[in-house]
């Protein structure tokens, strides 16, 4: 039993024809500007607190982010996917969970040859646990699936399924290479203009979240990470520090630094009062 927290998803403002506008009104925001970065901001953040207890998501997507009326943010649910790599629960190395529009190339959030934590003795799994995951870097399994949400915000033609799924089939082709598509799809500044930003500061954490893993398969659906502990693709953490969401913060400092000079605008009633 969890507590209610409302019934909007992100899946449902995607739906709508005024998403960043309905966005910006329920999130509390005047510039539609900051509505993305935001959101992103957000997802990050509950990411950084999944992964700290060291539990991937493995399912990260609009339809399992709902937002909290209360707490005016969006939250990660459904846990279902979910594998713990502190004790090894819900985690089968040679087998994966995973939505294909979302999921990252490599598909498993460890090499398949990994050991089977699960089935070790419980002191040795506390002990292999911290050395798997600075070494193979699983929290990268939900970045790229936040990659893939960061992309539907900033493009509205990605926000269907169908032309998510053309959109997944063509990085495939190119090999995952986000400039290259960006290149071939050939897209207007208009509908770009969220991730242009800034000298396309929002195209640059895109990439970051999206670089594909170094991997070799063994022909029989099994995957070794070749440069596993230099992944390029970011962290939660990482993601949090990228120069798109940190400029959320300098401009709350300076609306905090005007409101101190000038003291809180009046309402209109108090102006007319006065």
Known sequence: VWKYEGDRTLAYYLRRRDCIEALAKDLGLEDKKEVVPTVMKQIFECLVDLHSAGLVHRDVKPANLIFSKVDQRFKIIDLGAAVDLRTGTNYVPSETMLDPLYCPPEEYVLPTDSVH???????????????????????????????????????????????????????????????EWRERARLSARQTAVLD??????????????????????????????????????????????????????????????????????????EEDT
């Not at 646990?129 to 990605?158: K, N």
């Not at 800034?198 to 170094?214: A, F, K, N």
């Open 197 to 270: 930003d800034d000298d396309g500061l929002g195209w640059s954490l895109v990439e970051g979240l999206l670089r594909p893993r170094e991997i070799q398969s063994d022909g029989a659906g099994g995957v070794s990470f070749v440069t596993s502990g230099t992944a390029p693709r970011l962290t939660a953490s990482e993601a949090l520090k990228h120069p798109f969401l940190k400029q959320l913060e300098s401009k709350k400092g300076s609306q905090s630094f005007m409101t101190g000079l000038f003291g809180k605008r009046k309402s209109k009633v108090e």
């Open 117 to 179: 934590l699960a089935e070790q003795a419980a002191p040795l799994k506390f002990v292999m646990s911290p050395i798997l995951w600075s070494r193979h870097r699983p929290e990268c399994f939900d970045t790229y699936s936040a990659g893939v949400v960061l992309l539907q915000l900033g493009l509205p033609f990605l926000r269907s399924q169908n032309s998510l799924k053309n959109w997944k089939g063509t990085m495939i082709r190119l090999n995952h290479n986000v400039g």
